[in-house]
């Protein structure tokens, strides 16, 4: 009976140990966690990481942060595999670019659904890159706007206008030295013509009510002025380095690092490829001029964070996004990776108030980006086909750029 008695004794203990234990991991499991793919981005360090996950769960005790950081060239790998798998985390750096995949797969949200109209609202609306069929998909991690680099040993002039540009390119170039840059060579990149599409206030597509691309605009009257305008320049005017055609961008470039040309349209790289390349002339930073009668319009091209449908804490992701987008902790993120602020706040900060910070601030005020739709490579490579024929005198630019937008239409389906 005893014996009875001390089996019962023991039955009771499991089982409330076992209660205990359990209600244990339901309280532990209540908790929610926030997953975070962090890019490894040149000049982010782990001590920034390891504040940011700590200083978070000080301000969200009712939250676990999990600040997972991934070299950039996995990244992709790394989401796709978690999607796979079923387990997607909270939140991730993107290139915004994927966001139109990762919709096809109806596998991420709208930013609004989670994240303050606060922070939306100081978000700088030119680094809203991820607007997609009318929704804000992705907020803006890293964006840089494109600006105008003035090489002050040859030139003081800051044009107000394309035109202005060009008269002072023609003024400055000699045998040695040259007005500005411009790649010539085909290569994944568009930048140059879309510098001179968008100053002219042109596009690449036009726009439909639901916040679709339509049909392509590359021919119409300001893509038709830019590159005729970018054909005199480099053909008819030779302001330009020779051999233009020859180069992408990052060979062509080094021409201005060396102090051989006057004006290129370039990024935030600028200082530190100056830097690297052992520059010691002044440079001065302006906008990139619009066409006389049209508005500066830069590009401006960015990464993005998303959150994902089917993580299991969103409401939690978007607090951990709030908290990110603070001053204290976005602003000093841009200084570590040197990318101008992507909000209107950090952008009055001391910091960032560098002639080559003002003029990128000034610059995400009215930039504009890529088509963020799908098959945008293989326009890219359509345009270039075009602009190469112009430049070699196969078509005139209205006919290239015309039989550019019937081969985009036609590759659409329309």
Known sequence: MRRMRSIGV????????TTVLYAGGQREEAKPT????????????????AELQSAFMAAHPDINLDIVP?????MYDRITTSLAGGRPPEVSVIGTRWALEFMELDAIVPMED??????????????????????????????????????????DKVPATMEEMRAEALRVTTDDRYGLIMPGRKHTELTDFAYYLYAAGGDFFEMEP????????????AGVKALEFMVQLATEDEVVPPGFMATTRMEAHPVFYSGRAGY????????????????????KYAQIPGFEGTPSTPLVITDSLVIFKDAANKEAAGKFIDFFYQDEWK?????????????????????????????????????????LMEGFAEVTDIVWDAVTAAYLGQATPQAALDDAARQIDRMRGF
């Open 10 to 17: 023991l039955v009771m203990v499991l089982l409330l140990l």
């Open 264 to 283: 290129v349209m370039i990024g935030a790289w600028v200082e530190s490829a100056l830097a690297d390349a052992g520059a010691t002339f002044d440079v």
């Open 114 to 155: 989670y994240v303050s109209q606060a922070t939306i609202d100081n978000i700088l609306p030119g680094t809203k890159e991820a607007v997609i069929e009318g929704r804000l998909m992705g907020l803006p991690v890293a964006a840089g706007a494109r600006i105008l680099a003035i090489n002050t040993e040859i030139t």
């Open 210 to 221: 639901d916040g679709t691309y339509g049909r392509s605009t590359v021919n119409s009257a």
């Open 331 to 371: 602003a000093r993120f841009d200084e570590l990776i040197g990318f101008p602020p992507v909000t209107a706040s950090a952008a009055e900060l001391p910091q960032f108030q560098t002639p080559l910070y003002e003029a990128l601030n000034e610059a995400a005020v009215t930039a504009k980006p890529w088509p």
């Open 70 to 74: 991934v070299p950039w060239d996995q």
């Open 34 to 49: 926030v997953t975070v793919l962090w890019a490894l981005y040149d000049g982010l360090t782990e001590e920034y990481r």
